[in-house]
């Protein structure tokens, strides 16, 4: 079993519609969640982190994280086809001095048809 | 410029060749990053440089990968005898410390080719 599990899509929907991306992952250890959006053929950026369990709301986005089920989510409300694009989660623990790396799921590839 | 800034953007090469693929970071960044995205494979770790010193190299796949960061600042990632499964997108990142925050910007990244 991956220690973060996303799966690829490709997700498509209509100009509007509610999205809900997910991942889960094996490895209670985690306790910092991140979502990123890569755009074709550029870099990841970051979107939204929260730490631990909880809700954590920005504008449009919502990321959700349920450390009891080991399941993590990312709401888009009134999705834009500018929201088309590929969603990564990541993760990572909580240890003094950390390196920072993260654990990246594969990805959900986003389309938004106007 | 104000990201991370990577060369060459894409690079062609035969099997067996070696390549270097260099990373600028954001000024004043001190944890660098390397990573490599497969097709269908997602994001994956390689090194992590905090100043000049690589604490944590673990994700290096073979001993023909190499990487080295110097003034605390460029770092080039260095492939010997290059084999296609390494063909991917490497990417480079940087953040103000080493961060548990997923507090990493991204460059645009290199696209490796063996043929």
């Known amino acids: 079993q991956k220690e973060v599990e996303q799966d690829p899509g490709p997700l498509s929907v209509p100009e509007g519609a509610i999205v809900s991306l997910n991942c889960t992952y094996s490895?209670?250890?985690?306790?910092?969640f991140m979502w990123y959006r890569q755009y074709s053929r550029k870099g990841p950026e970051l979107l939204m982190y929260?730490?631990?369990?909880g809700n954590k709301e920005d504008g449009r986005f919502t990321a959700q994280v349920d450390k009891s089920s080991k399941y993590i989510s990312l709401f888009i409300r009134d999705s834009q086809p500018s929201d088309s694009a590929t969603y990564l989660c990541?993760?990572?623990?909580?240890?003094?001095?950390?390196?920072?790396?993260?654990?990246f799921g594969k990805g959900t590839k986003l389309s938004v048809k106007p | 410029g104000a990201g991370v800034s990577q060369s060459p953007s894409n690079k062609v090469t035969e099997k067996g060749k070696d390549v270097e693929l260099r990373c600028d970071p954001i000024?004043?960044?001190?944890?660098l990053y390397w990573y490599r995205q497969s097709l269908g494979q997602g994001l994956e770790f390689l090194i992590y440089?905090?100043?000049?010193?690589?604490?944590?190299k673990s994700g290096l796949p073979s001993d023909r990968f190499s990487a080295e960061r110097t003034g605390g600042s460029v770092s080039t990632l260095t492939i010997q005898r290059t084999q296609q499964e390494d063909s991917a997108v490497y990417l480079c990142?940087?953040?103000?410390?080493?961060?548990?925050?997923?507090?990493?910007?991204f460059g645009e990244g290199s696209r490796l080719t063996v043929l």
């Open positions: 990142a940087s953040s103000p410390r080493a961060s548990n925050t997923g507090e990493l910007f």
């Open positions: 490895n209670s250890a985690f306790q910092y």
């Open positions: 929260t730490y631990s369990s």
């Open positions: 990541a993760m990572s623990f909580l240890q003094g001095g950390s390196q920072g790396n993260l654990i």
């Open positions: 000024s004043g960044h001190t944890a």
């Open positions: 440089f905090q100043g000049n010193s690589a604490p944590d």
